[in-house]
């Protein structure tokens, strides 16, 4: 028996109940992604703050790099900005300004692109940020980010976004707005973060930075 989009998309918005996939990843199967119409979309749009493959420049570090990232995270991220689940008065406007299908095309687009490889910076904690990252800090409950983001930082499909090579000011501030509750998109971020110094953030941060 045939299944048309519209029942397959609430569907999979069912099983993500179940399965924990996020919502916008069911609600992408109304639309087809076109990867073409994504890029021009994106050059449109994005591209001032976040280069012209998804690689934004270095000198502005805070605007985090997108190429390469799971189609499924930036959509959920993008509907979020949209609807001020994730407050961020820059990207607020922009979200606004894309269409559904540009919710789709644009990641679609954007999952192509390789990311460009960044690195660590700072030799005095490069350590602490490994040992966190691949063991989590056991004392306080402070789970391993190679359990959902990979041990290499590629993430998980659908489920935990790609996080190697990001710049380490932009994973950083994240960080601190998670534990500061002033992102509020996340509860587990939220949580893990609210067990982390100043300096165990900087130095997650940094380690994730060379990863590849």
């Given at each position: 028996m045939a299944i048309s989009k519209t029942s397959l998309a609430a569907l999979l918005a069912a099983s993500s109940i179940v399965w924990g996939i996020p919502v916008a990843f069911a609600q992408q199967a109304a639309v087809q992604p076109d990867p073409e119409k994504g890029s021009a979309?994106?050059?449109?749009?994005?591209?001032?703050?976040?280069?012209?493959?998804?690689?934004?420049?270095?000198?502005?570090?805070?605007?985090?790099?997108?190429?390469?990232?799971?189609?499924?995270?930036?959509?959920?991220?993008?509907?979020?900005?949209?609807?001020?689940?994730?407050?961020?008065?820059?990207?607020?406007?922009?979200?606004?300004?894309?269409?559904?299908?540009?919710?789709v095309n644009i990641p679609a687009w954007l999952t192509t692109q390789k990311a460009a490889p960044g690195e660590a910076k700072n030799a005095q904690t490069v350590f602490l940020g490994e040992q966190i990252?691949?063991?989590?800090?056991?004392?306080?409950?402070?789970?391993?980010c190679a359990g959902c983001h990979g041990p290499n930082g590629s993430g998980i499909p659908a489920q935990y976004p790609r996080v190697a090579g990001q710049f380490p000011e932009y994973t950083e501030a994240q960080l601190l707005t998670f534990r500061d509750g002033v992102r509020k998109?996340?509860?587990?971020?939220?949580?893990?973060?609210?067990?982390?110094?100043?300096?165990?953030?900087?130095?997650?941060?940094?380690?994730i930075a060379g990863l590849r």
């Amino acid at each position: 028996m045939a299944i048309s989009k519209t029942s397959l998309a609430a569907l999979l918005a069912a099983s993500s109940i179940v399965w924990g996939i996020p919502v916008a990843f069911a609600q992408q199967a109304a639309v087809q992604p076109d990867p073409e119409k994504g890029s021009a979309s994106f050059a449109t749009v994005c591209i001032a703050c976040h280069g012209p493959d998804g690689n934004s420049n270095a000198a502005l570090p805070t605007q985090p790099k997108l190429a390469q990232q799971h189609p499924a995270y930036l959509i959920k991220q993008l509907r979020e900005f949209r609807s001020g689940v994730r407050e961020n008065a820059i990207m607020k406007p922009f979200a606004d300004m894309l269409t559904e299908e540009d919710l789709v095309n644009i990641p679609a687009w954007l999952t192509t692109q390789k990311a460009a490889p960044g690195e660590a910076k700072n030799a005095q904690t490069v350590f602490l940020g490994e040992q966190i990252y691949r063991g989590g800090i056991m004392d306080r409950n402070v789970p391993a980010c190679a359990g959902c983001h990979g041990p290499n930082g590629s993430g998980i499909p659908a489920q935990y976004p790609r996080v190697a090579g990001q710049f380490p000011e932009y994973t950083e501030a994240q960080l601190l707005t998670f534990r500061d509750g002033v992102r509020k998109n996340n509860d587990v971020m939220a949580q893990v973060a609210a067990k982390m110094n100043d300096r165990e953030i900087k130095a997650v941060a940094d380690y994730i930075a060379g990863l590849r």
